[in-house]
């Protein structure tokens, strides 16, 4: 059935069916599910209930660009204004981003990836989930009583003495989620430890683990720095200790850098599971191997470690010391480096391959040039001087919307429609699922793009009215905003679609080489039958023709 | 042979094991980070407030301080002697062991209890009645110390922000490790760590030594700052 | 700068009438665009390389006509080279970002300056002279002036985008930003911290003088008394002259000239006198006891405003003698002296 223009191969449709026994059917009932220790049901568990989060985090999106379509304050109060941006970048970052593709794609292939039955403390990733839904209750509870308005950074001394709302509900509940991040990530590396199968080195490893691992090492030492962060505010809040009260003799600055210690290498935690996404995608609408398989594995570690240093190139104007600016900037500079690195391997992993442009290899197109711009306006924000004018504007919304939406989100889109087909054993409808990554790629632009310009305007961030002379720029972005919404609604609904309708996938619909195609598409509980024996590189399509070969001549 | 708690995920006893007390191990890291910001915090305003700090800690009781530190070290010998007797598979001693850890745990608890209550009467809870006359006018309340001038005095609240903080974290970190340990010991008697599968109390000596050791630092660095003897 | 003018004309100017890009309206606006400018270029060069690989490399080697995929493992030279390249580029650009931001906020000594005080939600501007602004800022242009600012509550941030100048504004220190204005106008002040309900209210508008417009500006404006007028007026009535009253005996040390000084305290460090330590002092005096003092000194925290104690600190900053000093005492303490009116509550 080979076309020249796709990789896509599927079984005959007239006698396909999906395998008699998988994961999915394996027990019946609801219960089955929630008390489930199965690394794949805990994987659909997440998925639900992040696109779950994902959807109401975006319709605070909408509400802020709908107000913002206008200079006057003229939708809603002010103090609920505050609250639509605080709420969309709490549900968006704690509740969507952190665990999307570590908690969906992650849980459901790593151990597969790995060659084991499932991760190394089973239920430890069940608590997680259900730290993670009481997290998100506790959110939504907060949002219901009325919302909370610190903005998603909690400054201090704002959030502890100057607002009436729901700081400490939200506080806990975040507190909550974040150990939910820290025993996901501590299953991870004691998985790829101790539990890789005989013959999986290292190096051996798909670069999707190599960039979990080296997130799993942020999420279990960062975090863990920011529930401190937010007890301390629930403390102060509450019982009054004045640790961050400058009429106490505290001082807010310390609230600062204890956050940003854990919320910048977040953005790494965000951002790498998904770089690991794009390097399978490349790699399987290629044809071959990853270049420089070392360079791309070394960069994600490089970018976990630097990581841990830049925290307060969040805080130059702050009042921090020249002396630390300058440490931070050059810092700041280094971390760049790995990422470039990335960029330029995946691109070269193109060059002699045999290129086709199916859904999951458009979001990764999209994600190489989106990530590029954003990546590069970092660099812009970590020079000193050029700080000083982008920073609390449009300019840094923009670039961490390139990065977060327009680098993680295509890569997590990537991913969920590469790995769809394993997952749930049926292929999504190809052309509907092309035209909403190009919708996506055009109304993300179309937002955020002004913004940068907003940004050096001066437009300040998180403002409810402004002058007049930003209309047009504003305009601009609403209406992409309703671009942008439409092509993430699509998936929805053709995804949920393609359940019950889509055609059947078979094991290997890319014909990949990762071990998760070996196996039956879904997947069997216990995920492989025998314990396979690795003894090929990652990435090896010759080991996969030789594979292909031997199963024709043998089952003939 | 396979032991009824080996797990199907894993391939063999050793791997389960291994994996456990890895896990434990970087589980004690995040630990490690999580008081690590409050230290980082201590820190930073012992350096600018040494005065208050000095003062304050000197509030604290080191007869009581010193009693809890021995009553850890016990708790965490017992532990470690409960880790040997499940090893050698001696039931009766082990929950002998886990018994003491608790009794001992509990004790800390409860000398926890009477300091935190001193500081609740003489208003030295940081919040709307911080008091801080016994700083600003020790001869007074009959103390050998030196007064704080009133600003310096102000910043004795940051201690004990840091004190309640600090030993507040320790204290949910007991709490939670004695409720562990009634479920452990429960477990003990019913003879589930009587045949080889020593991991689950392995694992949790891990946690309570770790505990133990926190306030190991704890102890020192709140209780004996500036400290002479026979002042 | 060293692109053509016509280039720069266009960059800048025509960008600005079409609401793309802000005035260059200080004089160090042009290196902050410039440094801008660099950086968009190398963002597009590196777009367009990426671009110009992936498109290429997709179109030359799509399956249609490239159907076998031939593997490459990797090439230490092209890793070498675009680790290297970038790095130098960024390390480029750090080193200039770091010359630009020392520049910004290093002020040159002949600044004049300007207090504002930041509160939820408005900006309080306070002249040396006694001008007192709200939401607004006067300021001669060709001058350097130099903002000293605070926050009454939470953090906050001064920003003008016509400028290129931005500092956060804090509650408890204060922090400072330069500028110097060159072309007459009026200019969007905007806080950028955000700080509660009213943040996107807190904007206000700097009004460029010429100096002879800016002079007029301050007869026409000024409420009487002078910050250090009115400081000197909080300095005897919150008592500080009895104690600082410049006599040989006096119980605290002599600040007549004290500002700009270097400090011996009693705890061996030395210090410059500057608008932090006086305001510190007055607020933590015991970790501010000058050598050969007793720390008695009360602290005044929680009994004067930070615009009090801008005055106090622009009267400390004006004293050169103790003359009026010893005026004042004799005032203050013939008013203690004097027998309340009856009737009449002191």
């Known amino acids: 059935m080979s076309a020249t223009h796709t990789i896509i191969n599927l079984p005959d449709q007239r006698t396909a069916t999906l395998p008699k026994r998988n994961y999915i059917n394996a027990e019946d009932g609801l219960l089955s599910w929630l008390l489930t220790g199965d690394h794949k049901r805990i994987a659909i568990l997440y998925l639900i209930s992040i696109t779950f989060f994902f959807f109401i985090g975006g319709a605070f999106a909408g509400l802020i660009r709908l107000e913002l379509l206008t200079p006057q304050p003229d939708l809603v109060a002010s103090d609920t204004y505050n609250k639509f941006f605080s709420m969309h970048g709490i549900i968006m970052i704690f509740l969507f981003l952190v665990p999307s593709v570590p908690a969906t794609l992650g849980n459901f292939l790593m151990p597969i990836m790995l060659g084991a039955k499932d991760l190394a403390f089973p239920k430890i990733n069940l608590l997680s989930w259900y730290l993670y839904m009481i997290g998100g209750i506790f959110t939504l509870a907060a949002l219901v009583l009325g919302g909370v308005d610190t903005g998603w950074t909690f400054t201090t ?47 051996r490893m798909p670069l999707f683990v190599w960039s979990h691992y080296a997130a799993s090492i942020l999420m279990v030492l960062g975090t863990p720095v920011l529930a401190i962060s937010i007890v301390l505010v629930a403390l ?9 009260d400058p009429t106490k003799g505290g001082d807010p600055l310390l609230f600062q850098h204890l956050f940003w210690f854990y919320s910048h290498p977040a953005v790494y935690i965000m951002i790498l599971p998904g770089m690991g996404v794009i390097s399978e995608v490349i790699s399987t609408f290629s044809r071959k191997r990853v270049f420089g398989y070392t360079a791309v594995a070394f960069s994600s570690v490089a970018i976990a470690l630097f990581g841990f240093f830049v925290w307060a190139h969040h805080m130059f104007i702050m009042g921090v010391s020249n002396y630390s600016a300058l440490v931070f900037s050059l810092l700041t500079m280094l971390v760049a480096v790995p990422s470039a690195i990335k960029i330029f391997n995946w691109a070269f992993t193109l060059q002699k391959g045999s290129i086709t442009f199916e859904t999951p290899m458009l979001y990764a197109f999209g994600f190489l040039g989106l990530f590029t711009i954003g990546g590069m306006t970092g660099v812009f924000l970590g020079a000193l001087g050029m700080d000083i004018h982008l920073t609390e504007t449009y300019f840094i919304v923009a670039h961490f919307h390139f990065v977060m939406v327009g680098g993680m989100l295509m890569a997590f889109l990537a991913g969920i429609h590469f790995w769809w087909p394993k997952m749930t054993g049926r292929m999504y409808p190809e052309s509907l699922s092309k035209l909403a990554a190009v919708t996506t790629f055009i109304g993300f632009n179309l937002t955020f793009l002004p913004q940068f310009i907003l940004g050096y305007l001066g437009m300040p961030r998180r403002y409810h009215a402004y002058p007049p002379e930003f209309q047009v720029l504003n305009v601009l972005s609403t209406a992409g905003a309703t671009v942008l919404g439409v092509g993430y609604m699509l998936p929805l609904l053709y995804l949920g679609w393609s359940l019950k309708y889509g055609a059947i996938a078979g094991n290997n619909p890319w014909q990949a080489t990762g071990l998760e195609w070996q196996i039956q598409s879904p997947p069997l509980t216990e995920n492989f039958i025998e314990t396979p024996i690795v003894d090929h590189e990652a990435y090896d399509y010759e080991w996969l023709a030789h594979k292909t070969e031997q199963e024709v001549t043998t089952v003939g | 042979m396979a032991l009824p708690q080996h797990r199907h995920h894993f391939e063999t006893p050793e791997q389960q094991r291994e994996a456990g007390t890895f896990g434990m191990w970087l589980f004690l890291l995040t630990e490690i980070m999580f008081f690590g910001g409050l230290f980082f915090a201590y820190l930073l305003y012992r350096n600018w407030y040494h005065d208050a700090f000095v003062v304050a800690s000197n509030q604290l009781s080191i007869p009581l301080g010193a009693t809890n530190t021995a009553v850890l070290i016990g708790s965490g010998f ?118 080889g599968y020593v991991a689950p109390i392995e694992n949790f000596g891990l946690y309570w030594h770790f505990v133990d050791i926190v306030w190991l630092f704890l102890f020192p660095l709140l209780y004996l700052i500036n400290r002479h003897p026979g002042a | ?145 130099q903002l000293t600012m605070i926050s009454q509550d939470v953090f906050h941030s001064f920003s003008i985008p016509d400028f290129r100048v931005k500092r956060e504004v804090i509650p408890g220190r204060y922090s400072t930003v330069w500028f110097e204005a060159t072309t007459p106008g009026t200019y969007h002040i905007f806080c950028t911290q955000y700080c509660g309900t009213q943040h996107s209210g807190m904007i206000g508008e700097v009004t460029v003088l010429s100096p002879d417009d800016y002079e007029k500006w301050t007869q026409e404006s000024t409420s009487g008394m002078s910050l250090a007028q009115n400081g000197e007026r909080l300095f005897a009535s919150m008592g500080c002259n009895a104690c600082h009253s410049g006599n040989a005996a006096a119980r605290g040390p002599n600040l007549a000239g004290v500002y700009g000084s270097k400090l011996q305290l009693t705890n061996g460090s030395e210090v410059l006198v500057n608008d932090a330590y006086l305001r510190d002092a007055i607020l933590n005096p015991s970790q501010h006891v000058t050598a050969g003092f007793a720390p008695i000194m009360p602290t005044y925290q929680g009994q004067i405003s930070e615009d009090g104690l801008i005055d106090l600190v622009e009267y400390i900053k004006s004293l050169q003698s103790n003359h009026r000093v010893q005026q004042t005492l004799t005032t203050s303490q013939s008013n203690q002296a004097a027998p309340t009116t009856p009737g009449v509550k002191p």
């Open chain 1, 157 to 203: 001394p704002l959030s502890t003495h100057y607002l009436n709302t729901h700081v400490v509900t939200t506080a806990t509940a975040i507190f909550v989620a974040g150990f939910s991040s820290i025993f996901t990530g501590l299953n991870f590396i004691v998985t790829i430890h101790r539990m890789r199968a005989p013959g999986m080195t290292w190096f």
């Open chain 1, 236 to 244: 102060e809040r509450t019982i009054g200790i004045g640790v961050f």
């Open chain 3, 1 to 145: 700068m060293h692109i053509s003018p016509v280039l720069w004309q266009f960059l800048v100017k025509w960008l600005n009438a079409s609401a793309l890009f802000p005035a260059e309206a200080s004089t160090i606006a042009p290196y902050t665009d410039a440094l801008y400018f660099f950086l968009l270029l190398i963002t597009v060069l590196g777009l367009v390389l990426v671009g110009v690989l992936v498109f290429g490399f997709s179109i030359r080697y799509r399956k249609e006509k490239h159907p076998v995929a031939i593997p490459v493992e990797g090439s230490t030279l092209l890793e070498a080279t675009w680790t290297i390249i970038p790095l130098a580029l960024f390390l480029i650009v750090f080193v200039w970002g770091a010359l630009l931001y020392f520049r910004i906020y290093n002020p040159p000594t002949n600044a004049m300056n300007i207090y504002v005080v930041g509160k939820q939600w408005m900006w309080k501007a306070e002249h040396p002279g006694g001008q007192h602004e709200i939401n607004a800022l006067h300021v001669p242009m060709g001058r350097p002036v």
């Open chain 2, 78 to 195: 017992f532990m470690a002697l409960g880790v040997w007797a499940a090893e050698v598979k001696k039931k009766g001693l082990l929950v002998l062991f886990l018994i003491l850890t608790t009794v001992l745990g509990c004790v800390f608890l409860g000398v926890k209890y009477v300091e935190y209550h001193e500081k609740w009467e003489k208003h030295h809870i940081p919040g709307a009645h911080f008091d801080v006359s016994e700083f600003v006018n020790p001869h007074a309340y009959g103390l050998k110390e030196q007064p704080l001038a009133p600003d310096m005095a102000q910043k004795t609240q940051v201690f004990f922000s840091l004190y309640f903080a600090m030993t507040g974290m320790h204290a949910l970190h007991m709490i939670i490790g004695i409720v562990l340990l009634f479920w452990l010991t429960w477990r003990a008697h019913r003879g589930e760590f009587s045949s």
